[in-house]
């Protein structure tokens, strides 16, 4: 298709130059009645302004587990929560 538009003339391109044309103008006209009726987006600063900060949750303590040693493998209870009478270490 490419091929064939190249090999038109001047007066052949014209009327479809001239309906592509007419399309982009009713297309702007379009867009811009669309963007004028549309709610605009609040600017990025009243957003800011407009949430409120939740305060912040206490972090809770994480239970020490204990180190295993290099060369002795872990069992269940250290893999997940550790109590603290534990004796796999």
Do not use: I, N, Q
């Not at 190249?6 to 391109?13: P, R, S």
């Amino acid at each position: 298709m490419t091929e064939e538009w190249k090999k038109f003339t001047e007066k052949e391109k014209e009327p479809f130059e001239k309906t592509a044309a007419k399309e982009k103008e009713r297309y702007l006209k379009e867009k811009k009645a669309y963007e004028e009726k549309k709610p605009k987006a609040p600017k990025v600063e009243e957003k800011k302004e407009k949430k409120e900060k939740k305060p912040k949750k206490e972090k809770k303590e994480k239970k020490k587990v204990k180190k295993v040693k290099k060369g002795k493998k872990a069992k269940k209870c250290c893999t997940k929560k550790c109590a603290k009478s534990c004796t796999c270490a």
